[in-house]
């Protein structure tokens, strides 16, 4: 799949979980390489709740998408509460 329609994907499964979960979680794309992707999620989230059920939330969207990814990483940004950057690795796309 090329990089235009595979950002197209992404873009639509993001929108599609911010329509169901912002303002409590906000999720915004900010970086797209071959195999890779770091989405940024901000917001006033519960983290006691379920940090990665949050995050495991826009996986399934993405592989209801055609994306099936892992994630490798969790970065929590300084200074933001509650922001962290997910790096997602891309497995395979249909």
């Known amino acids: 799949m ?3 329609k595979l ?3 992404i873009e639509k499964s993001i929108q599609l979980y911010n329509k169901y979960r912002s303002p409590e979680a906000t999720a915004q794309l900010i970086e797209l ?3 890779k ?3 940024k ?3 006033t ?3 006691t709740c379920g940090l990665y059920d949050w995050i495991e ?3 399934y969207i993405l592989e209801d998408h055609g994306v099936r990814t892992e994630i490798e ?3 929590e940004l300084e200074g933001y509460y509650g922001d962290r950057v997910i790096v997602f690795k891309i497995k395979r796309t249909s």
């Open 41 to 43: 999620l901000s917001g």
């Open 37 to 39: 992707m770091k989405i």
């Open 2 to 4: 090329n990089k235009h």
């Open 33 to 35: 390489n071959n195999d």
């Open 7 to 9: 950002r197209e994907k």
């Open 45 to 47: 989230y519960c983290e």
């Open 57 to 59: 939330d826009l996986k």
């Open 73 to 75: 990483r969790i970065i």
